[in-house]
């Protein structure tokens, strides 16, 4: 119980704190105190990792049936890594990124906010501790998306909050059913479904599945519910739009685990019109999230829609309900974040640096900071599926998976729309690394000096990128941890 409440308490103490606190006014003061609560937050962390797994602890009860509770078990960890690693290296980013911005204290006090309630919800042992910690999520991330404090950021953040307030109440519906159905609202692989109450009111529990799935899709990005965050990550600051896209996004994908998984159980939803509708929602958005990012001009709103179209690919990996392709979707889990959360701190770090947001004005940029565009460059190659990066593990494990499914029309359409995805992501990701590094003769290149960014900046991207290529090289180890899990 301690363990536990120190590694959430000590990132909300620095959140509150950075709020709550208008004395610092000095920069290296507030940076020296962000460092310590990265520091700090990290060890605790990895500390809870190793101490709580596979633990039960119920801090105490909303009701007489209500308790919250909290019960690491593999997959919170999964989560629970990638959402401390890149809050990490995009937080140090910030460093640099952020030293022209105002409300810079503001921000940093939301931004550990939002990553204990991250692990919050990493941690949730049944749903009712996970929708708590999922609203929270909303409201705690709003102000790193209105952090401008312009007319674009308030409308954008103004229409995440409807979005995601909207998708919450479809969870909440669904859970009053669940809960009425239910041995026990706490998490366990296979669902907790009463026996009686399948044969009963099998269209009525499809029904809350369906709400609870559609709900939790909104925070995920998948159509018709996608509007929210290509709009929301252009205009919040980089780091932000950083962790909005490689792991806010992401508490969506797991409370979609949680509901097909550990509450209704994969059995119950097999072969019914509740599959076959979210399998045909995932592949919409998959092949229209890239279609929509290849004619979008601006980077930072083509990486958006890039993230709608990625994070889907995972949630038709979960909708197929077999080992295989689940083992593709949460390999994508850590490779989209390691490689998104790259892409978004590249975009930012050259917005940074030379103002340029448009994607025809980075012409000749890989003379300038070549470095920068090779890290781009390896990460685009990820999310395209190129080997020997992580992107190629997952996808092909989902394709692979599509087609051991046997599913009629998805398991061969499925890998045809990745297929084509793919090709869309290589044309609207690819073209701004040749005109970076080609840019043509009538390019004056004696004009360029290098200003690459600085080590506070350069340093997180190499590590994110670094890693999307070793979950390629050596995934032995992420592969025995992810088949224990489905089973």
């Excluded at 536990?4 to 709020?19: D, K, S």
């Excluded at 004619?295 to 909708?319: C, D, H, N």
């Excluded at 701190?345 to 004005?361: D, N």
């Amino acid at each position: 119980m301690i363990t536990l409440l120190t590694m959430l308490g000590i990132p909300f103490f620095f959140g509150l704190f950075l709020c709550c606190n208008r004395n610092i006014t000095n920069r290296k003061t507030l940076l020296s105190i962000v460092s310590l609560g990265f520091v700090a937050t990290a060890v605790v962390t990895v500390f809870s990792w190793t101490s709580l797994l596979e633990q039960e602890i119920t801090v105490f009860w909303l009701t007489q049936n209500l308790p919250l509770m909290f019960h690491l078990d593999r997959i919170g960890l999964l989560f629970s890594i990638l959402a401390l690693v890149v809050f990490l290296c995009a937080g140090f980013f910030s460093f640099s990124y952020m030293e022209h911005e105002k409300k810079e204290r503001r921000y940093y006090g939301f931004y550990f906010l939002v990553l204990a309630i991250l692990q919050g919800l990493c941690f949730a042992g049944n749903m009712v501790t996970y929708y708590l910690f999922f609203e929270l999520l909303t409201l705690s991330s709003l102000p790193l998306v209105m952090q401008e404090n312009t007319k674009e950021a308030i409308m954008a953040g103004l229409k995440y909050l409807f979005y995601s307030l909207c998708g919450a109440y479809f969870c909440l519906f669904g859970f009053y059913i669940l809960f009425q159905n239910e041995s026990t609202i706490s998490f366990l692989w296979g669902g907790n479904l009463l026996a009686d109450s399948i044969v009963a009111h099998p269209v009525l529990l499809q029904v809350a599945a369906t709400c609870m799935i559609f709900g939790f899709s909104v925070k995920a990005g998948m159509f018709p519910m996608h509007g929210w965050l290509p709009t929301a990550h252009p205009v919040a600051p980089a780091p932000a739009s950083a962790a909005l896209s490689a792991v806010i996004v992401k508490a969506g994908v797991l409370g979609i685990i949680r509901v097909i998984y550990y509450q209704f159980g994969a059995f119950f939803l097999q072969g019914t019109k509740v599959q076959t509708l979210f399998l045909s929602l995932s592949l919409i958005t998959v092949f229209m999230g890239s279609l929509l990012a290849y004619g979008e001009p601006v980077l930072k709103k083509r990486l958006a829609y890039s993230t709608v179209s990625q994070v889907s690919y995972i949630l038709f990996g979960l909708f197929l309900l077999q080992g295989t392709a689940f083992t593709g979707s949460m390999l994508h889990v850590l490779g989209h974040g390691f490689m998104k959360a790259s892409l978004f701190l590249c975009a930012g770090a050259i917005i940074h640096l030379t103002g340029k947001t448009r994607v025809e004005e980075f012409t000749g940029l890989g003379k300038e900071m070549p470095i920068l565009l090779w890290c781009f460059t390896i990460s685009s190659l990820g999310l395209i599926g190129i080997p020997p990066t992580g992107g190629f593990l997952s996808k092909w494990y989902l394709a692979i998976g599509a087609l051991d499914s046997e599913i009629p029309f998805f398991s061969y359409v499925g890998p045809v729309v990745l297929l084509l995805s793919a090709l869309l992501t290589a044309g609207y990701l690819l073209p701004i690394t040749v005109k970076g590094f080609l840019p043509g003769a009538e390019f004056d290149t004696e004009k360029i000096t290098k200003k690459e960014p600085n080590l506070w900046m350069l340093l997180p991207v190499l590590i994110l990128t670094v890693l999307s290529v070793l979950m390629g090289i050596l995934p032995n180890g992420l592969l025995g941890f992810l088949g224990s899990v489905f089973r």
